[in-house]
C-alpha cells in the first residue's frame, strides 16, 4: 500500500466511505492515518472549489489496524463561502474518532504572516533518518537554536511523504495531517522529566485525545517541511502541544495543537 491507496476510500452507501488499516510498529492505528482518512471522506461530499481550512478530531477509543475503518459523513451546512462536515469513524459498532471539519473557498485579502521559521538549523540532508514508516521520511533535528517561542519540550523535524502528491492539493493537506499527529507527545515528555524518566524506562503510557490543524497556505507535502512544537501546558495527566508547520523556504503553511494523555505505568 502507498499513501495515495490509503487515501483511496471506498464508497459504502450514502456518504459513507471504507478505508484500509495498516500495521503500525506500536500495534494499533496511528492517530494521523485515522484523521487523514476521515477528512478525506469529509472532502468526498463538497464541492471541489473549497478546500480545508481547519479540522478538529477527538480520539475516542484505540483503532484496530487489522481491520477496516467506516467513516460516516453528516452534511452540517453548505454555505457560499464556508462548507462544515462532521465525520465519525467506526470499526463494527463502536466510534473511534470524531472530526469536525470546515472548508473554505479561495478569497482575495492581505497575507500576514508573524510568526517564523526557525533560522540557523541542520538541513534535511545534514540529519539522520530516523522514520517509523515506509510512508515518510522524518530527520529529527539534534539540537534547537534559542528562541522565543512559549512552552517546553520544544521538539522539532523535517517531515515529507515519499509518495508524490502532485499538485492536488486536497491530498496534500490530508497528507500533511497524516504527519501532524508524529510530534506532539513528543514534546510532552521531553517537557516533563518524570515522563521523559518513566519513557526510557519503558514505564510510560500515551495516546492521542484530540487534534487540531489550521491550514494556511498551500503545501506540497512530498517537499520538506519542518514540523515544530513544544508542550504549553501539563496537568491531571493531560498535556497540551502546540506548533507550526514551515516550508523549507520559510512559509508558514499549518499549524497545529493536540492534548494528549501522558502516564506514567506502575
Not at 91 to 117: C, Y
Not at 240 to 258: C, E, I, K, N, P
Request: net charge negative; proline share 4%; glycine share 8%.
Amino acid at each position: 500500500m502507498n499513501l495515495q491507496q490509503l487515501f483511496a476510500l471506498e464508497a459504502d452507501g450514502a456518504d459513507t466511505y471504507v478505508g484500509e488499516g495498516l500495521e503500525y510498529p506500536w500495534g494499533g492505528l496511528y492517530g494521523g492515518h485515522i484523521v487523514a482518512q476521515a477528512l478525506r471522506a469529509a472532502a468526498f461530499t463538497v464541492s471541489d472549489e473549497v478546500l480545508p481550512h481547519s479540522l478538529r478530531a477527538y480520539f475516542i477509543r484505540r483503532g484496530d489496524n487489522t481491520q477496516p475503518v467506516r467513516y460516516e459523513v453528516d452534511r452540517i451546512r453548505d454555505g457560499r463561502s464556508f462548507g462544515t462536515r462532521r465525520v465519525v469513524a467506526r470499526q463494527g459498532e463502536s466510534a473511534i474518532l470524531n472530526l469536525e471539519a470546515s472548508f473554505h473557498r479561495d478569497e482575495a485579502s492581505t497575507d500576514f504572516a508573524p510568526i517564523k521559521h526557525l533560522q540557523n538549523i541542520a538541513q534535511p540532508d545534514d540529519i539522520e533518518e530516523t522514520s517509523w514508516s515506509s510512508f515518510l521520511e522524518r530527520r529529527t533535528l539534534p539540537t534547537l537554536p534559542e528562541h522565543s517561542r512559549d512552552g517546553a519540550g520544544r521538539t522539532a523535524a523535517w517531515l515529507r511523504v515519499k509518495d508524490s502528491l502532485g499538485n492536488d492539493e486536497l491530498l496534500n493537506r490530508c497528507a500533511l495531517a497524516y504527519l501532524s499527529d508524529d510530534l506532539p507527545t513528543e514534546s510532552v515528555v521531553n517537557a516533563i522529566p518524570e515522563l521523559r524518566d518513566a519513557s526510557e524506562a519503558g514505564k510510560r503510557f500515551s495516546a492521542s485525545l484530540d487534534h487540531t490543524v489550521w491550514f494556511h497556505r498551500p503545501v506540497r507535502a512530498d517537499q520538506w517541511h519542518l514540523y515544530e512544537m513544544s508542550c504549553v501546558n501539563y496537568v491531571n495527566g493531560r498535556g497540551l502541544a502546540q506548533g507550526y508547520v514551515f516550508s523549507q523556504d520559510g512559509v508558514h503553511v499549518a499549524t497545529v495543537a493536540q492534548e494528549t494523555l501522558v502516564r506514567i505505568a506502575p
